[in-house]
């Protein structure tokens, strides 16, 4: 018997979609998806690497996680005005986020997320 998950997922990463926790996600977006993209950051202002950045919009969430320079880039298709954007990491707790796109304005927008060291 074939293993079909496997397949499906490869194909998807060819595809260039990647499959997270609430759904199929698409990081460069289709017209009409609102991108949300930012750079999660400790106090100190270092990047944080493979911080999960959550866009929770109702009952759907978003899931990715920043690269290796503490960037995130996500598309969906929730209003970004009643969507919440959260970021977590093991070992860090959430101190803030800074929406620099100013609120009514749909895509792209960029939100910044700072984690503060301890639990």
Not at 39 to 45: F, I, L, P, T, Y
Not at 63 to 73: C, E, L, P, S
């Amino acid at each position: 018997m074939r293993n079909y998950g496997f397949i499906l997922v490869a194909a998807l990463t060819l595809a260039g979609v990647s499959a997270k926790s609430g759904g199929i996600v698409d990081e460069h977006g289709d017209d009409g998806d609102t991108i949300f993209f930012g750079a999660v950051k400790d106090m100190r202002g270092v990047a944080i690497e493979g911080a999960h950045v959550n866009v929770k919009s109702r009952n759907i969430e978003f899931v990715t996680t920043t690269d290796a320079t503490g960037n995130y880039r996500l598309a969906t298709q929730v209003d970004p005005d009643q969507s919440e954007l959260s970021c977590s990491k093991q070992g860090y707790r959430q101190s803030g986020t800074m929406r620099r796109t100013a609120p009514g304005e749909k895509s792209p927008i960029e939100i910044d997320c700072t984690l503060q060291a301890g639990r």
